[in-house]
């Protein structure tokens, strides 16, 4: 939780050791700030927990999801701490290697890779493509023939279970685009074996993020266990189960599963089921999370610019909008706001916005604040799907990222300047 890691001390909140107004000082807003003992301690609990269920035949492997945070010294912290990553695109790759994360601890999830991005995969050997359609099967399969490679596979079934979540964050109904159909999966399967440049080694599934209860992970876990043993009668053997990621976190005041407990009951599902279907044969389990290991490791900091009242509403304007942290626009998401500096100035409910030009551009509403104008305020559990969805809109510089560790400070990401985002830009003769 990011109470943990981004606390009060003397009424001054602080990331861990450091007291946020310095860096607001020393680095400018908005700011992403993030806690490395938080990613550590996260990251940790899914590796600890499965250290514990590790046996001989039953192999775990953490995928952190890269979409979720991608900067790169995040990813060289996780991977030293022995995490894989679960990539969506050539770039994420891209990202994985320069951070020194290892190739073949990475999975490719995505209904659109392009032959390059497949290219890129095989040529960086990575561990599986998790594909999506009998069309990405037979490009993948082409593309290593012609590469004189075998490109490992795992389906993505769609196991049509309703994760309970946001409908633009659910992807495993039957109506969405993600995954092969239920009922496909098995002719599927069979295409795939009969391919000469693909080894087909596992099955794999996401249902959604921010779930709070795991009820439905495990029960497509149940669908995909069914589908193995089918799959096994067919004489298709597969080594590797992968159930995504989805573990949700505390916003406001969700109670979240917590994480060593939902890792418990999938190994101990997939335990029976090993003991009584293939107890002599090596299965790995991979999981990808990636929002239960960022999000609460960070927060935004944006600068209070001006107190507005229009018609009886009352607006705090912040340097910080839409572009910066884009989830409350897109998904009406929740971010605790808090400030940097607690006040004994009077309350009032406000509606903070950014200068972004568009009415959507609102980080909170109907927020209590006891603030002045130049103060500072916190965007809580940031961490994930803030800076890795933020764009360039009204030319504005994508904040600086910074990682705090005890009392030290690293600037992992500088700000962005206007001649960063024109520089790609180039003038008709
Ligand atoms: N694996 C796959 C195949 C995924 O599509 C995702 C997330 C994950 C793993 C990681 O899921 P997590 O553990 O973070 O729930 N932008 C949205 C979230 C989009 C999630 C997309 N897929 C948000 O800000 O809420």
Redesign the pocket.
């Known amino acids: 939780m990011t109470e943990n890691y981004f606390a009060y001390k003397d009424d001054i909140l602080m990331a861990e050791d450091v007291a946020l107004d310095a860096l607001a000082e020393q680095f400018g807003t908005p700011l992403y700030v993030y806690s490395k003992a938080a990613f550590t301690d996260h990251l940790g609990q899914y590796i600890k927990t499965c250290k514990q269920y590790e046996t001989a035949n039953l192999r775990p492997l953490v995928?952190y999801?890269v979409?979720?945070n991608s900067n790169i010294a995040i990813l060289n912290l996780l991977a030293k701490q022995g995490a894989g990553f679960?990539i969506?695109s050539g770039g994420e790759l891209a990202r994985v290697a320069a951070a020194g994360g290892d190739p073949h601890k990475v999975i490719y999830?995505?209904v659109g890779k392009t032959p390059a991005e497949i290219r890129l995969s095989l040529e960086h050997d990575i561990l599986c493509f998790?594909v999506e359609s009998l069309s990405e099967l037979r490009r993948i399969n082409q593309i290593a023939g012609k590469m004189g490679r075998k490109a490992r596979i795992s389906f993505?079934v769609n196991p049509d279970v309703d994760a309970k979540t946001?409908p633009?964050?659910s992807?495993g109904l039957k109506k969405n685009k993600?995954g092969i159909p239920f009922e496909e999966v098995l002719p599927t399967y069979s295409v795939a074996a009969s391919l000469e440049h693909i080894e087909v080694v596992g099955i794999?599934c996401?249902i959604?993020?921010?779930?709070l209860d795991d009820a439905p992970l495990l029960e497509a876990l149940d669908k995909i266990l069914n589908l193995v043993n089918q799959l096994e009668e067919k004489g298709i053997r597969l080594s590797h189960i992968d159930i995504?990621?989805?573990?949700?976190i505390r916003y406001e005041d969700e109670q979240p599963v917590a994480i060593p407990d939902y890792l418990s009951r999938v190994f101990a599902k997939i335990g029976e089921w090993q003991a009584s279907h293939c107890p002599d044969r090596q299965m790995t389990v991979m999981f990808?999370?990636?929002?239960?290991?960022?999000?609460n490791a960070g927060i935004l900091l944006g600068r209070l610019q001006y107190l507005k009242t229009n018609s009886g509403k009352h607006f705090a304007v912040v340097d910080a909008g839409m572009n910066d942290l884009?989830?409350p626009s897109?998904?009406e998401?929740y971010h605790g706001v808090k400030p940097v500096i607690k006040r004994n100035v009077p309350a009032q409910a406000y509606e903070i916005v950014g200068p972004i030009c568009e009415s959507g551009d609102w980080l909170a509403r109907d927020r209590e604040l006891a603030v002045e104008e130049g103060d500072l305020l916190a965007f809580m559990s940031a961490g994930?799907?803030?800076m890795?969805?933020a764009s360039n809109y009204n030319t504005r510089g994508r904040p600086a990222e910074v990682l705090v560790d005890g009392q030290e400070v690293h600037l992992i990401r500088r700000r962005e300047t206007p001649e960063d985002i024109f520089a790609l830009e180039t003038l008709v003769p």
């Not at 959604?208 to 779930?211: A, D, I, K, V």
């Not at 990808?288 to 999000?295: F, L, M, T, V």
């Open positions: 995928c999801s979409k979720s679960d969506v999830s995505g998790n993505r946001h633009y964050i992807t993600f794999d996401h959604g993020s921010q779930l995504g990621g989805g573990i949700g990808e999370p990636g929002r239960s290991i960022s999000g884009m989830r897109l998904y998401a994930a799907y803030g890795s969805m």
